[in-house]
């Protein structure tokens, strides 16, 4: 007998995915070979995840409501190459996944900027992702300078992929129907960042404290974050960026220019 659907819980923001053609398309622009190994980030009620397994060598899931554990188990468990962790994936050990491992998930909206995050970490161990978001978190990591979606996540995820925006999905193909947009982005991680900076670290916290007060110039935001006033000074002459200018208007180039001379001027005055 078929096991009882688990309820949505709210406070987990979670929307199952109900629509067969969309998992279609998913695992299509995925292009798994049968020798890859595919991390899924809440598998919900399964729809993806068995069709991943039919596609993948191993598909490594994991899932932090305990319930919807159990049903995956009861409904899924006959998928040999399915490896069900329940936990946290933002504690997850992505050390321990493959080399070329492909993400293909649906991300739980409440949290899926820092979820980013931690997989744009973990690049080196992931080839390429294709990831269902709320359409506004869909248009940051695409967005160019001076639009209104630009910042610290644009610029974080082209640093270290080739983003594209692939299609949207209709709220219809949720159970319960979110209020918000969906869209499924494809990001192809780089061997090798966009650009080369002198330190990453650097170039992050740069990132970081130039969108930390969108509307304040640039020297004004970066000064808000302890730095010096004479080492933004120095670095911005280095870089030749305009200290009036404002966050959103610096290409990905300019961003680790600037970054590499706040570094210098640091090092200069014993402060990195």
Avoid at 29 to 37: G, S, V
Avoid at 75 to 97: H, K, Q
Avoid at 116 to 137: H, P, S
Avoid at 158 to 172: C, E, G, I
């Amino acid at each position: 007998m078929t096991p009882a659907l688990p309820p949505a819980r709210k406070r987990l923001g979670q929307h199952f995915l109900v629509d067969p053609n969309i998992v279609r398309k998913i695992v299509t622009l995925a292009e798994l070979r049968p020798d890859e190994t595919v991390f899924e980030i809440g598998p919900g009620r399964g729809i993806l995840t068995r069709a991943l397994c039919a596609e993948a060598k191993q598909v490594v899931a994991v899932e932090l409501d305990v319930q919807l554990g159990e049903y995956l188990r009861e409904t899924i468990g006959d998928c040999p190459n399915l490896d069900l962790r329940l936990g946290d994936a933002l504690e997850f050990p992505y050390e321990e996944l493959p080399e070329g491992t492909v993400v293909v998930a649906n991300l739980p909206y409440y949290v899926s900027t820092p979820l980013l995050f931690k997989l744009l970490e973990a690049r080196q161990k992931i080839d390429r992702m294709v990831l269902m978001l709320q359409t506004e978190v869909a248009r940051r990591l695409v967005a160019q300078p001076g639009t209104e979606d630009y910042g610290i996540l644009s610029v974080l995820t082209q640093y270290a992929a080739a983003a594209k925006l692939a299609f949207t999905v209709s709220a219809n193909c949720f159970r319960p129907r979110p209020d918000v947009g969906s869209s499924v982005v494809s990001l192809a991680l780089r061997r090798q960042p966009a650009l080369v900076v002198q330190d990453e670290a650097w170039f992050v916290r740069t990132v970081r404290a130039s969108f930390a007060h969108r509307r304040k110039t640039l020297a004004n935001s970066l000064r808000d974050e302890g730095l010096t006033a004479e080492q933004i000074a120095l670095a911005l002459a280095r870089a030749e960026i305009v200290p009036s200018r404002r966050a959103e208007t610096l290409s990905i180039g300019e961003f680790a220019t600037l970054s590499d001379a706040l570094r210098s001027a640091a090092v200069d005055k014993g402060t990195a």
